[in-house]
């Protein structure tokens, strides 16, 4: 069982940069493909980004188009979201998950973060 904490939402303004957090509990974090959902209001859950157990793969959605680095720490449990450059569309709330076999779609992810409020401001 795992168990996620995301951290590091907040305002900014468009072109300014955040850093996301999620804080993992148990013992099997390292095994678990990690990404990042968002969801808008009014909108669906869809995929931002995802990275291997061991961190050597990621894979982003086509709206990144760079400005988004995924990254994890196993010895501290945590993955991290690094958003730069962000537009105003970019303004969701921010999910992490944990996957036993990656994907881009939200049911293929079995554990989920409450979440962290991003919001982008012109």
């Known amino acids: 069982q795992v168990q996620l904490v995301e951290s590091g939402g907040g305002s900014v303004q468009a072109g300014g940069s955040l850093r996301l957090s999620c804080a993992a509990s148990?013992?099997?974090?390292?095994?678990?493909?990690m990404g990042w959902f968002r969801q808008a209001p009014g909108k669906e859950r869809e995929f931002v980004a995802v990275i291997s157990w061991s961190g050597a793969s990621t894979y982003y959605a086509d709206f990144v188009e760079g400005r988004f680095t995924i990254s994890r720490d196993n010895a501290k449990n945590t993955v991290y979201l690094q958003m730069d450059n962000l537009k105003r569309e970019d303004t969701a709330v921010y999910y992490c998950a944990a996957s036993s076999e990656s994907g881009v779609l939200p049911f293929e992810y079995e554990h989920w973060g409450q979440g962290t409020q991003v919001t982008v401001s012109s």
């Open positions: 148990g013992r099997t974090f390292s095994s678990y493909y």
